[in-house]
T-cell receptor
Framework: GPKVLQIPSHQIIDMGQMVTLNCDPVSNHLYFYWYKQILGQQMEFLVNFYNGKVMEKSKLFKDQFSVERPDGSYFTLKIQPTALEDSAVYFC?????????????FGPGTRLTVL | QQKVQQSPESLIVPEGGMASLNCTFSDRNSQYFWWYRQHSGEGPKALMSIFSNGDKKEGRFTAHLNKASLHVSLHIKDSQPSDSALYFCAVRASGSWQLIFGSGTQLTVMP
């Protein structure tokens, strides 16, 4: 089936540094999402992105967070600067209206550890 | 803010048995419901969706939706060891893109 890829699978950084998480969505998908899952807790929505714009975001999507997908390349989540509470697994998802409908396909996640 | 709650937290069933997973939601505007399954080290994968009240059957899996009682369930018949995984209920309200996930049910099917 359709696959979403995420790079890297693990990232360890020092608090205050910048980090970029990369997502390679399903090729014909147009809607992109980031979710955050802290160990042992529910997966929580961060942001939805379409046509170069943030369509919807949650309270978890702090000012330090940004997303972009320049020219059809990776869909990225950038955190600058990072904080200890940003440690979590971040899942990227993508969808294409009409499939499902709006079924979101998830990647395997990037485990981010902020020291 | 929508609340989605799942029960039980964990469930052990024998191979060939029936597994029943439950999910309640709080927003009556909820329109779309999915069951996702997640194996260790992987991302969640959609198992099945249900959008109308009643039952929807796909092979060994049956989802049931009752919007009036704010309840959706998943029943797995003839459970197999390969069904062992973390199962999430996910709800999407009309006019919103975000999926609200429950906390999950860890299903273990014992051979």
């Amino acid at each position: 089936g359709p696959k979403v890829l995420q790079i890297p699978s693990h990232q360890i950084i020092d608090m205050g540094q910048m980090v970029t998480l990369n997502c390679d969505p399903v090729s014909n998908h147009l809607y992109f999402y980031w979710y955050k899952q802290i160990l042992g807790q529910q997966m929580e929505f961060l942001v939805n992105f379409y046509n170069g714009k943030v369509m919807e975001k949650s309270k978890l999507f702090k000012d330090q967070f940004s997303v972009e997908r320049p020219d059809g390349s990776y869909f990225t989540l950038k955190i600058q600067p990072t904080a200890l509470e940003d440690s979590a697994v971040y899942f990227c998802a993508s969808s294409f209206p009409g499939q499902g409908p709006y079924e979101q396909y998830f990647g395997p996640g990037t485990r981010l550890t902020v020291l | 803010q929508q609340k989605v709650q799942q029960s039980p937290e964990s469930l052990i069933v024998p191979e060939g048995g029936m597994a029943s997973l439950n999910c309640t939601f709080s927003d009556r505007n909820s329109q779309y419901f999915w069951w996702y399954r997640q194996h260790s080290g992987e991302g969640p994968k959609a198992l099945m969706s249900i959008f109308s009240n009643g039952d929807k059957k796909e092979g060994r899996f049956t989802a049931h939706l009752n919007k009036a009682s704010l309840h959706v369930s998943l029943h797995i018949k003839d459970s197999q060891p390969s069904d062992s995984a973390l199962y999430f209920c996910a709800v999407r309200a009309s006019g919103s893109w975000q999926l609200i996930f429950g906390s999950g049910t860890q299903l273990t099917v014992m051979p």
